[in-house]
């Protein structure tokens, strides 16, 4: 009996185990990631997460589902695996508590769609292609703490980042860079790449931004700008940083800049302020913009009307403001900005000032050789200069959402400049090497100039997708005034190279005064409409006015210093109006991984033209302009794209080239309108291909233009045999076109047997131009290659350099001259390393090297080595603080140089730069950052 019972009280509790154990287990799914098929027969394995011994294993059903019982209490590892598919691995845990687990459905995902879009945990994909967007991930680049975003894009395969800041990429030069897509210090790149720290950047976006409107549609316009967003880091959005740093030297060069920036959730304020003779501050403070705030009025809304340029007393030499390099120049520059978002994001705000002054002086010479038909004309021409400007500009832009489908953006800006130019000149000519004259000039030239601008931008979309509506008006107004001085004196010289008593030395005393205005009014209304989810079209018609009034007077003396007689063949006064009608339409198609895109704008333009003083009858001219547009884009995977694309355009003449006026700012080259003047049709076509592969860390990128124009505007330049003096006149070309090209392509790996970045890119360039010397035809053929080879490695806390070198091949050859040949080579080198040296000093050198051969025309070659060096003590365990020893152009050979080839003119520039100097600065990089964005 006892042991009846024994036996019954065990199978009870044999009984309760088996049924607990049977109450632990687990079931799932299975299907592929993308197309959602359920995977039959997909293996289900379960390991112990301890040891991975098998616990159990299955098959899924038909659709894809599968359980596994009698699991019982542990730590356990699910292991999916399907031919083709990548296996899916999942840590689980039953207990007490938690008796089964359900995975729901798991997507499996192909190993060759992995491979294209590929997430490699823990390691950072360093590019992405998005359409027409390339994406950095700045994690996947390595540089120093404290350094800049500037030190970030030389690293990007693609992207070259000069001595001065300018960056280039994809052959193209980026004139915007935004700050998480919102402008910061208006268009002024270098205000972003030289302010914001590297570290704060979380991606580097690349692309070419549409206009408001093609980016409101979704449809392309044609109207693109190269541009790079910096998105920051989330917690880089809340706290303050900035830099201060002032450096001296016994050469007299110094700098000081101070930066301060305050980031605050959806707010940022910045401010600055630089002063330096060095070059390598103060000197990016220029914006682009349009509307008059740079040197041309070019409003932008192809129109297509005559342009006038507003580069204040352009028939005397004016200054733009901007530092090429020639000369020695003094930046004081400061500004202040500030954006802001609120009301949930519906209203936001984005603001400038700047102020600044630049003050360039220098020399300079040229050499020039004309080919005539039988004769060749060899000019040297020394030049001394002083420039400056000051400039003030506000800028803001406001924008609303009125609700949640209408939002309107309201901008304005004013600029007030004065520039002031004082430029000395002697030289001589001659002809097949005898001298046929000798000229001093002197020409001083004080501009004061405004501008003030507005306009409004309204969209609004319907409950329709992709029916949209927009209204635009632009108004800009613009006024120059420069007066100034020329005094000339040219001396001419016989076949023995003495004075000539036949002719009399030419001798100019004037006075000069311009008085330049432009007002201009532009609208355009936009209709965006879907005949399907994949076809679309945006319709558009614009009106615009402009009004413009050109007074400009020369005036001889009649008494030293007293200028009161009228020049008339130097003098004008004329009053432009035009009126034009636009309209437009765009079929855009998008259907997976293809758009096309295809329209064309037409303009009827009507110009009339009133000369002031009754010289010249009116003239009335009416055209009509058409801008045809075409591309096409296809999206291989997110890390490969394909585009190709067609503009076509039509350019008018420029009221200078038009006017019947004698500009003599040159007297021995001189330039007079033609009313006769043609319209000229420009025809582009653009290439762009980008793929990268994540797994090796490869890109290749390939992109290129070709552009050609008929019934091109030439210069017909008529040259006295005697004198050397020219008479240049543009005309149009009929029966031939000019054109130009430009094709580059970029290879960059990651060799990862040795660590190190290599990079392959080809660059070619060329045009084919005519124009008339002395009534003969001209064709000038100009083509340039420039295959270059770079490396560079980084060794974190050790040691980085780079080497990027290559050979340059220019060939050039004119009709007039065909047995001159000035084909040339030449080698371009840029390399620079950092040793970072215990007790925190730092060791590093940026080198330069460029060699221009000799050619038949210029009989010297052209040697450069430039070699800047410095040490750097940090400070502090961030770093932040440094003091530096600087040495530029420790060999001192910096000299300016430049050469090339237009139409039958070869010239040769030489120029005053700054050599070699030393320097000492003191730096403080300072941080304080919120680790994240606070609540409201």
């Known amino acids: 009996m006892k042991f009846t019972i024994l036996l019954f009280l065990l199978f009870c509790l044999g009984s309760g185990s088996l049924f607990a154990q049977n109450n632990y287990f687990i079931k799932g799914v299975a299907a592929d990631s993308v197309a959602h098929i359920k995977l039959k027969n997909t293996t289900v394995v379960i390991l112990n997460a301890k040891d991975s011994i098998l616990r159990k294993f299955t098959r899924a059903e038909e659709n894809g589902s599968y359980s596994i019982g009698n699991l019982g209490k542990g730590k356990f590892i699910l292991l999916l695996s399907y031919p083709g598919y990548a296996d899916y691995v999942d ?99 270098t205000l972003v790449t030289k302010n914001i720290r590297g570290d704060m950047v979380d991606k580097v976006q690349l692309y070419d931004k549409k206009s408001d409107q093609a980016a409101f549609t979704g449809i392309d316009d044609g109207q693109k700008t190269k541009t790079i967003n910096i998105k920051l880091k989330d917690d880089k959005k809340n706290g303050m940083f900035g830099k201060a740093d002032a450096g001296d030297g016994p050469g007299g060069y ?13 707010q940022k304020f910045s401010v600055y302020g630089t002063m330096g003779n060095n070059s390598r501050v103060g000197l990016g403070w220029e914006d682009n913009q349009k509307y008059g705030t740079g040197q041309g009025l070019d409003f932008g809304d192809g129109t297509g ?58 020399t300079e010479n040229d050499l020039t050789q004309n080919n005539q038909p039988d004769n060749i004309f060899n000019s040297r021409l020394d030049q001394t200069f002083h420039k400056y400007m000051f400039r003030q500009k506000l800028d803001a832009v406001y924008q609303i959402k009125l ?39 002197d020409l001083i030239n004080n501009v004061d100039q405004r501008a003030f601008n507005a306009s409004a931008f309204y969209t609004h979309k319907f409950k329709k997708v992709g029916r949209t509506l927009s209204f635009s008006i632009v108004e800009g107004y613009s006024q120059s005034k420069a007066k100034g001085n020329l005094n000339s004196t040219i001396k001419f010289y ?34 965006s409409e879907p005949f399907s989810k994949t076809f679309a079209i945006v319709m558009n018609y614009g009106i615009s006015v402009d009004n413009t009034s050109a007074d400009r007077q020369s005036f001889n003396a009649s008494s030293p210093g007293v200028y009161n007689v009228l020049v008339d063949s130097l003098s004008s006064n004329y009053k432009l109006n035009q009126f034009s009608n636009q309209a437009g339409a765009i079929f855009n198609y998008k259907k997976g991984k293809t758009i096309l895109n295809f329209g064309t704008r037409v303009v009827d333009v009507n110009f009339h033209q009133v000369d002031e003083s009754g010289l010249n009858a009116p003239i009335d001219r009416n055209f009509v302009n058409w801008a045809p547009q ?46 006769t003047l043609s319209p000229s049709f420009t025809n582009s076509f653009n290439i762009n291909y980008n793929s990268y592969k994540v797994l090796t860390s490869q890109f290749i990128g390939f992109y290129g233009n070709y552009s050609f124009i008929t019934n091109p505007i030439v210069t017909n330049t008529n040259t006295d045999l005697t004198t050397g003096k020219s008479t240049s006149q543009a005309i149009n070309l009929t029966g031939k076109t000019t054109a130009s090209y430009y094709f580059g392509a970029n290879l960059n790996k990651k060799i990862e047997a040795i660590d190190m970045n290599a990079g392959l ?107 800047n060096a410095y040490i750097i003590k940090k400070f502090m365990k961030s770093e932040s603080l440094s003091l530096e020893l600087w040495g530029n152009d420790l060999l001192n050979q910096n000299v300016g140089f430049n050469r090339n080839a237009n139409g039958n003119l070869i010239t040769q520039n030489s120029y005053t730069t700054i050599k070699r100097y030393f320097m000492f600065t003191i730096a403080y990089d300072f941080t304080r950052m919120g680790g994240g964005v606070p609540k409201k």
């Open 761 to 867: 890119n080809l660059n070619a360039n060329g045009n084919v131009y005519y124009n008339y010397a002395n009534d003969a035809l001209n064709r000038t053929v100009s083509y340039t290659y420039n295959p270059r080879f770079s490396v560079s490695k980084y060794k974190e806390k050790k040691f980085d350099f780079y080497l990027s070198a290559g050979p340059t091949y220019t060939i050039s050859q004119s009709s007039l001259q065909i047995a001159t040949n000035n084909n040339g080579g030449g080698f371009k080198a840029d390399a620079g390393f950092n040793i970072y040296l215990p007790g925190k000093f730092q060791i590093g050198s940026d080198d330069n090297y460029e060699y221009t051969a000799k050619t038949q025309s210029f009989s010297t070659d052209f040697k450069r080595t430039l070699i």
């Open 403 to 441: 609700d949640t489908s209408s939002n309107l953006k309201i901008s304005v800006d004013g600029t007030v400049k004065h520039s002031i130019n004082k430029s000395s000149y002697s030289g001589e000519e001659s002809r097949n090497d005898t001298l046929i004259n000798k000229s001093t000039r």
């Open 91 to 189: 840590n689980f845990t039953l207990d007490s508590v938690k008796t089964s687990h359900d995975f729901g459905t798991i997507n499996m995902r192909l190993k060759s769609r992995i491979l294209q879009e590929v997430i490699i945990k823990g390691t950072a994909a360093a590019i992405k292609i998005k359409g027409d967007t390339t994406e950095f991930n700045a994690a996947a680049y390595k540089i120093e703490p404290n350094s800049r975003v500037e030190d970030l894009l030389k690293q990007l395969p693609g992207i070259e980042v000069d001595k001065d800041g300018k960056i280039t990429a994809q052959g193209q030069t980026v004139s915007k860079v935004l700050v998480d897509g919102e402008e910061f210090f208006g268009d002024d790149p």
């Open 630 to 675: 075409a591309s096409y884009q296809y999206r291989f995977s997110n890390q490969k794209s394909f585009r190709i694309s067609y503009n076509g355009s039509t350019t008018q003449p420029t009221l200078d080239q038009i006017q019947p006026l004698k500009v003599n700012n040159d007297p021995l080259n001189e330039v007079i309108g033609n009313p």
């Open 305 to 362: 009307g005559i342009s006038f340029n507003f580069g204040g007393g352009d028939d005397l030499d004016s200054f733009d403001g901007r530092y090429n390099g020639q000369g020695i120049p003094l930046a004081r520059t400061a500004g202040v900005h500030y954006d802001s978002k609120w009301n949930n994001d519906k209203e936001s705000i984005n603001t400038n000032y700047k102020i600044g002054s630049i003050t360039i002086d220098g």
């Open 494 to 527: 016989n076949a023995q190279k003495q004075l000539d008593t036949t002719q009399k030395p030419q001798i100019i005393d004037q006075y000069k005064t311009n008085d330049l205005k432009n007002n201009a009014l532009n609208t355009n209304l936009t209709y």
């Open 254 to 266: 110094y700098q000081s800049q101070l930066i301060f920036n305050a980031f605050r959730a959806k």
